[in-house]
Nanobody, 113 residues
Framework: QVQLVESGGGLVQPGGSLRLSCAAS????????MGWYRQAPGKQRELVAG???????NYADAVKGRFTISRDNAKNTVYLQMNSLKPEDTAVYYC???????WGQGTQVTVSS
């Protein structure tokens, strides 16, 4: 059974940075495509960034140039480096295994002064 555990969320001031981690277990991570999604209060969950097993990446327009997704297959972990954070980035962030269609439990990111 595939499980995903996110970590790294928190409270940060505008302009600050955070790095989220998502540790996977129970599947074949190296062949999996992984995604980071977020859901703000009253809004639908949206894709923030994705990374294929090849290492190719894609980003939502709202985060291009500020966020970077990466993966470490040796550690079965996917990361989301978030820089130049804005208040509108405030949301619960989830990682997802696209192959196994499993979600993590989410981690809160709050950007506020």
């Amino acid at each position: 059974q595939v499980q995903l555990v996110e970590s790294g969320g928190g409270l940060v001031q505008p302009g600050g940075s955070l790095r989220l981690s998502c540790a996977a277990s129970g599947g074949i991570f190296r062949i999996d495509a992984m995604g980071w999604y977020r859901q703000a209060p009253g809004k639908q969950r949206e894709l923030v960034a994705g990374i294929w097993n090849s290492g190719s990446t894609n980003y939502a327009d709202a985060v291009k140039g500020r966020f970077t997704i990466s993966r470490d297959n040796a550690k079965n972990t996917v990361y989301l480096q978030m820089n130049s954070l804005k208040p509108e980035d405030t949301a619960v962030y989830y990682c997802k295994s696209e192959l196994y269609r499993v979600w993590g439990q989410g981690t809160q990111v709050t950007v506020s002064s």
